[in-house]
């Protein structure tokens, strides 16, 4: 069973920066894509950022040049700098992956990101 698990969230300030990593149970070259959602409170699930297993990134429009997906085969592990953090940038932040064999989809259990003012 796949398990993603993420880490890194927390408090910081506007302008701040911080890392998010999500932790795969196995390789994640399995997986084509993975990536970051976020749900902020009222507002429905956006795209942040996804990596395919070729590299090709995507963001979503509010965090393009702040923020940054990588991958580490080596350790399964996908990352998420975040940079130049704004209050708007806080809502609770997913990992997702995609299987690349079945297209099943899966989903971390979230991280808490409060960006303060």
């Known amino acids: 069973q796949v398990q993603l698990v993420e880490s890194g969230g927390g408090l910081v300030q506007a302008g701040g920066s911080l890392r998010l990593s999500c932790a795969a149970s196995g390789s994640i070259f399995s997986f084509n894509p993975m990536g970051w959602y976020r749900q902020a409170p009222g507002k429905q699930r956006e795209l942040v950022a996804t990596?395919?297993?070729?590299?090709?990134?995507k963001y979503g429009d509010s965090v393009k040049d702040r923020f940054t997906i990588s991958g580490d085969n080596a350790k399964n592990t996908v990352y998420l700098q975040m940079n130049s953090l704004k209050p708007e940038d806080t809502a609770v932040y997913y990992c997702?992956?995609?299987?690349?064999?079945?297209?099943?989809?899966?989903w971390g259990q979230g991280t808490q990101v409060t960006v303060s003012s």
């Open positions: 997702r992956a995609e299987l690349a064999t079945l297209g099943s989809v899966y």
């Open positions: 990596i395919t297993r070729s590299g090709t990134t």
